[in-house]
Structures are given as structure tokens and as C-alpha cells.
């Protein structure tokens, strides 16, 4: 384990190659698991607001199961996570015509249409982040639906910090990542000299 300011992080985090390959895995991580995206208060309060703004984006079942539940529940683990569709899909996908999995908010986000990005769960995936002793605890969630994404990274030299440098800093801010680019270079330094 390793400490950059008050961020714990295992050691994967550095040592791990990974690079999103949407065309193999065609967004499985929106569709497949056993609960939807953890969401803080603070993203379900936004979300909700932005709701109209996107409504039209979302599936029929989607919709339908919003309306019913709303777009978060408590799940068994007691997070608040995003509504998912029949134990599947998170309500906020949508899919391309390729048959890619993607985010409605993110899209709409992109596009310049709305100020509220995806839930940083989400933007931080394989990246899940937990608590120990009430600080910030960042570990690699190795799936196999993400294989795609260690292929492509072991050919390009990807790390995972590096691939997920924008929501990196998003939640914890540019000092704090450039903090942790120097840590992963003494890092590699470390473990070469070895």
C-alpha cells in the first residue's frame, strides 16, 4: 500500500496496465455486475436535477423503472448505486449502433449540453474506491470483462493511473496527481533497481 497525502492506494494502482478497448469489451462494465454505479448524495441530487435535460436519451424501460423507483436505491452492501434494468443495464445507458454501451450523462455532458459529469464511480472504473480509517482507499478491480483493456495496455505501455488521469484529478485534484506521477516514478525506479 501506498499514502499520497490522505489517499491510500494498493500498489496495483501503479504497477497495473489498462486502457479502455470500447470495441472489445462494448461497454460491458455499464451493463454487467451485481449493483448499480455507487452514487455520492451530492451526484444523486444532480443527476435528478438534470433528469429533463437527458429524459428523452433514456430507454423505454429506463424511464419506466425511474418513474417507479427513481434513478438510485440502497443496495445490499448499503450504497446508494444507480437504478439498474432488470438486474442488468444501469437506466443511464444508452447503445450505439455498433452495439457500444455508453453513458447518457456522459454523452450529454460531452456534448456541451448539460455541467454534470457521469458519477466519479463510474469515471474512475477499474479504479473503486472504498475507506480505511476514514481516508480515501483506491484499489484496481481486476474483471475479466476488462481483458481487452490489459491486451491493448500491455502493447502500449499504459499504466491504469495514466488512463485514468482525468478522473484522477477530478476527484482528487491536479497537485494530488502530479503528486502521484512522482511516486510511480520512483515507483519503477525502485523496483528496476532491484
Known amino acids: 500500500m501506498i499514502q499520497i497525502q490522505d489517499v491510500i492506494l494498493s500498489d496495483d494502482i501503479l504497477d497495473a496496465n489498462f486502457c479502455c478497448d470500447l470495441p472489445k469489451c462494448m461497454g460491458a462494465c455499464c451493463v454487467e455486475g451485481d449493483s448499480g454505479a455507487p452514487l455520492t448524495e451530492s451526484e444523486h441530487e444532480e443527476i435528478k436535477d438534470i433528469l429533463p435535460l437527458i429524459w ?87 474483471w475479466s470483462i476488462c481483458t481487452p483493456a490489459v491486451r491493448v495496455a500491455n502493447r502500449n505501455g499504459v499504466k491504469l493511473f495514466q488512463f485514468l488521469q482525468e478522473p484522477l484529478v477530478r476527484r482528487f485534484g491536479k497537485e494530488w496527481y502530479d503528486e502521484l506521477c512522482q511516486v510511480a516514478l520512483m515507483w519503477d525506479q525502485m523496483k528496476n533497481s532491484r
Open 56 to 142: 428523452d436519451e433514456l430507454s423505454p424501460m429506463a424511464q419506466e423503472l425511474i418513474q417507479k423507483q427513481g434513478i438510485a436505491y440502497v443496495d445490499t452492501d448499503g450504497e446508494l448505486v444507480t437504478s439498474i434494468i432488470k438486474g442488468k443495464e444501469c437506466v443511464f445507458t444508452c447503445f450505439e449502433e455498433s452495439g457500444i454501451c455508453k453513458c447518457v450523462i456522459d454523452k450529454a455532458f460531452r456534448e456541451g449540453r448539460i455541467s454534470v459529469q457521469k458519477p466519479v464511480s463510474c469515471h474512475l472504473y477499474p479504479i473503486r474506491e472504498s475507506s480505511v480509517n476514514g481516508l480515501p482507499a483506491l484499489n484496481y478491480d481486476r
